[in-house]
């Protein structure tokens, strides 16, 4: 069953206004795309829409937040992070205020507005910018809870999401835990761990399924935090099925593949593969083409966790491999 990320999102909105008092939410003209609209329905004192001028709005969610008010800046991804990137590095992330920005239309899945409105290089620009926690939802029954853990972390928060509907992974959103650094197991597995942000997770699923007709037991893990990542279930996973497969709507360099890439080569080296758009822009279509144009789907994510199992099995035969 699919379910509406930013209908999503507006419904959080409001439940985090009646239960965050003094949040403020900014915007720069899209508040009917965020769904913020809701929010400045019921509590129009505490929004602020400032127009199409995204880095004049980071500027005002900064200025809010010295006084020790709780800020969310909503916008789409690409103008959530690519076009006020100075200010967010200056105003924001510097001085460690609490400014949540809250990012729809993150991805290709963005889908007919093309290339430049489709954010492919959001994650590595938040994960570059010292002291910022990097946040993805998997589908829309974990918004709500993911927008808390936002507000309740100290300092200035990333939090990402799709545009394009999702397959719904956590039915009762009551009883959804999202807590900052820790990811979370959605199937055991001991041959290869797949690891998916945002509408990848559920790919990932479905490419477990596929496996598990082959014999092989995956593992699936949603990263959710892509900074700071789970180190512990990632040592996990490298020790306990040698393999691991990341999979996102993002360029391959400076992501999630990136950020395990990296830890995995400091900590515990282990065959490794990336679904991703490798190294190019999107285009204009229909969400769905696009994200099998680009291999984002459970298909190709079978094909890498093969891959990946295949160079394990190698590296534990081969005499000169590194023990």
Same mark, same amino acid.
């Given at each position: 069953?699919?379910?509406?990320?930013?209908?999503?999102?507006?419904?959080?909105?409001?439940?985090?206004?009646?239960?965050?008092?003094?949040?403020?939410?900014?915007?720069?003209?899209?508040?009917?795309?965020?769904?913020?609209?809701?929010?400045?329905?019921?509590?129009?004192?505490?929004?602020?829409?400032?127009?199409?001028?995204?880095?004049?709005?980071?500027?005002?969610?900064?200025?809010?937040?010295?006084?020790?008010?709780?800020?969310?800046?909503?916008?789409?991804?690409?103008?959530?992070?690519?076009?006020?990137?100075?200010?967010?590095?200056?105003?924001?992330?510097?001085?460690?205020?609490?400014?949540?920005?809250?990012?729809?239309?993150?991805?290709?899945?963005?889908?007919?507005?093309?290339?430049?409105?489709?954010?492919?290089?959001?994650?590595?620009?938040? @994960?570059?910018?010292?002291?910022? %926690? #990097?946040?993805?939802?998997?589908?829309?029954?974990?918004? =709500? /809870? &993911?927008?808390?853990?936002?507000?309740?972390?100290?300092?200035?928060?990333?939090?990402?999401?799709?545009?394009?509907?999702?397959?719904?992974?956590?039915?009762?959103?009551?009883?959804?835990?999202?807590?900052?650094?820790?990811?979370?197991?959605?199937?055991?597995?001991?041959?290869?761990?797949?690891?998916?942000?945002?509408?990848?997770?559920?790919?990932?699923?479905?490419?477990?399924?596929?496996?598990?007709?082959?014999?092989?037991?995956? @593992?699936?893990?949603?990263?959710? %935090? #892509?900074?700071?990542?789970?180190?512990?279930?990632?040592? =996990? /996973? &490298?020790?306990?099925?040698?393999?691991?497969?990341?999979?996102?709507?993002?360029?391959?360099?400076?992501?999630?593949?990136?950020?395990?890439?990296?830890?995995?080569?400091?900590?515990?080296?282990?065959?490794?593969?990336?679904?991703?758009?490798?190294?190019?822009?999107?285009?204009?279509?229909?969400?769905?083409?696009?994200?099998?144009?680009?291999?984002?789907?459970?298909?190709?994510?079978?094909?890498?966790?093969?891959?990946?199992?295949? @160079?394990?099995?190698?590296?534990? %035969?081969?005499?000169?491999?590194?023990?």
């Amino acid at each position: 069953m699919l379910g509406n990320y930013r209908d999503a999102l507006g419904k959080a909105f409001v439940q985090i206004g009646q239960e965050f008092q003094d949040v403020v939410i900014v915007t720069a003209d899209v508040s009917k795309s965020t769904q913020s609209i809701r929010f400045k329905e019921l509590f129009p004192e505490r929004f602020f829409s400032v127009g199409i001028a995204e880095q004049n709005a980071v500027g005002v969610a900064a200025g809010l937040a010295t006084f020790g008010i709780p800020v969310i800046y909503t916008a789409y991804a690409m103008f959530a992070t690519a076009k006020p990137f100075e200010q967010v590095r200056n105003m924001v992330a510097y001085p460690r205020l609490n400014v949540k920005i809250v990012a729809t239309h993150g991805g290709v899945n963005v889908g007919e507005d093309g290339v430049t409105h489709q954010a492919i290089e959001d994650i590595a620009i938040m @994960r570059s910018i010292p002291g910022m %926690t #990097v946040m993805a939802v998997a589908d829309p029954g974990e918004v =709500a /809870a &993911a927008l808390r853990a936002a507000l309740r972390h100290e300092g200035p928060v990333y939090l990402r999401l799709p545009r394009a509907a999702g397959e719904i992974i956590h039915q009762d959103e009551s009883r959804v835990t999202f807590t900052v650094g820790k990811a979370e197991t959605l199937r055991e597995g001991k041959d290869v761990t797949l690891i998916g942000v945002g509408l990848l997770v559920s790919e990932c699923l479905k490419a477990a399924e596929t496996l598990a007709a082959e014999g092989i037991q995956a @593992r699936v893990l949603n990263a959710r %935090t #892509v900074k700071p990542l789970d180190e512990e279930a990632l040592l =996990a /996973a &490298a020790h306990e099925t040698g393999g691991i497969v990341t999979a996102e709507d993002h360029n391959c360099m400076g992501g999630l593949g990136g950020a395990v890439a990296e830890f995995l080569v400091r900590r515990h080296p282990a065959p490794m593969e990336q679904v991703a758009l490798m190294d190019v822009f999107g285009r204009s279509g229909e969400a769905r083409l696009l994200m099998k144009k680009f291999g984002l789907t459970a298909f190709d994510i079978c094909r890498k966790a093969r891959t990946v199992m295949q @160079r394990s099995r190698e590296g534990r %035969t081969d005499p000169h491999a590194d023990g």
